[in-house]
């Protein structure tokens, strides 16, 4: 029986040439049919590598917490030789309000050489997209237009452990897309914070629908994000739905895909992966994808972090919980006194208003003497026209009291 989603995983030396690298990508791309059959017929493809950031560190001669220039560059050549799309690459912080280059783009001279066009997701235009199926946290997303113009869209990122998410991946790397300027962005805590963000990126895989993921597992990072320990690991991974590709290459990683908050490595929030497959988005079951490796299980030793205690991060999910269900019921309140602000809520109280929440870089500074009790922040639109999932904290409050 065909199975419904496909991922190769191949070897791929982490001392490999730009050559053998390009080899192995074909090697792990040629068998996704039904991604090629997508990508050949496509006249705009949009592009979300997981590479910008103002700081490169290197890992045995690989970048260490960026997709490398090696599959990068492989990745473009492809594309150049099986298709006659125009590509565009997006990314947050690439240029400034002004419209100036960041040293944040330093993948920018790979873009030049295969003449690939950038979008800017922090800056105009931007468009207003439904989540198919209604949304998992949010109905609706403020992106940048490129999305709507593209025919199709492809993920590649980095194998590394998350601090927050347990792992990212393809599905995690989406998250750069999301503007973070006020009125039409919303700063990176909006999102990023405990209970949102597990459901934030099953929306934008939605959204976007990826037909071809890439990992780039020639080396990985253990532990976090930023500044974890690098790991050898000698593999690439592609597939054509973007979960499943995930879901293998968590199993590649040591991780059970189909595990959820508080098992590691998803130790402060819940599996973002398992949300979406319950969903009907994807599947982390690795019987249900048919996956072909020249690798196995572990390629090295992961795991995320353990920054707080366990019981901290009950007591922060929970309290996140119930300040969203606090705001859904004091909502007609909250619009007469604070219509068209943000509001950081705490224990059931406004702590802070204004129209731009982005000098509050740290929850955990501005919680003050209140560490264990979470920060939540909203924007009060009388129409509330993001349609924030209110039961989606419901849910999650059922399952901890479970």
Request: contains cysteine.
């Amino acid at each position: 029986m065909t199975k419904q989603f496909s991922v190769r995983a191949v070897r791929c030396h982490h001392q490999a040439t730009d050559e053998e690298v390009y080899e192995s990508l074909v090697r792990a791309t040629t068998p996704l049919t039904r991604a090629w059959e997508k990508l050949e017929k496509a006249k705009r493809i949009a592009l979300k590598f997981n590479m910008g950031h103002t700081k490169v560190a290197h890992f045995e001669g690989r970048r260490r917490e960026l997709v490398d220039e090696a599959t990068c560059r492989a990745v473009l050549r492809l594309l150049r030789e099986r298709t006659s799309a125009v590509l565009v690459a997006t990314d947050t912080f690439g240029y400034d309000e002004a419209g100036e280059l960041s040293p944040y783009l330093n993948y920018l001279p790979l873009l030049q050489e295969f003449d690939v066009e950038y979008a800017e997701s922090n800056l105009a235009p931007f468009a207003e997209y439904e989540v198919p199926g209604g949304g998992y946290m949010f109905q609706r997303y403020t992106l940048n237009e490129c999305f709507r113009e593209a025919d199709e869209v492809i993920s590649v990122a980095k194998m590394k452990n998350h601090l927050f998410m347990g792992v990212t991946l393809c599905t995690k790397n989406l998250f750069g897309i999301t503007p973070t300027i006020p009125p039409q962005g919303r700063v990176r805590t909006y999102y990023h914070h405990a209970i949102r963000l597990s459901y934030v990126l099953p929306d934008l895989a939605r959204i976007t629908n990826p037909c071809l993921n890439i990992i780039d597992a020639m080396t990985g990072q253990w532990g976090r994000e930023w500044d974890g320990e690098g790991r050898v690991c000698d593999a690439l991974i592609a597939g054509d739905q973007i979960v499943a590709t995930d879901a293998v290459g968590a199993h590649l990683m040591g991780h059970d895909p189909a595990s959820d908050w508080p098992t590691p490595p998803f130790r402060r929030d819940r599996n973002h992966l398992l949300i979406a497959a319950q969903g009907g988005f994807g599947t982390v079951d690795l019987e249900q994808i048919d996956v072909v490796s020249e690798v196995e299980a572990p390629l090295n030793e992961f795991d995320s972090v353990e920054e707080d205690p366990p019981e901290h991060m009950a007591t922060v999910r929970e309290t996140a919980c119930e300040q969203g269900l606090f705001y859904r019921d004091q909502q007609k309140q909250m619009i007469d006194k604070y219509r068209g602000n943000f509001v950081y809520l705490q224990d059931g109280e406004v702590k802070w208003s204004g129209p731009d929440p982005s000098h509050i870089s740290s929850h955990r500074d501005f919680t003050g003497k209140k560490p264990g009790s979470a920060l939540f922040l909203k924007f009060v639109d009388p129409e509330e026209r993001e349609g924030e999932r209110f039961e989606s904290y419901e849910d999650c409050l059922q399952r901890m009291r479970a």
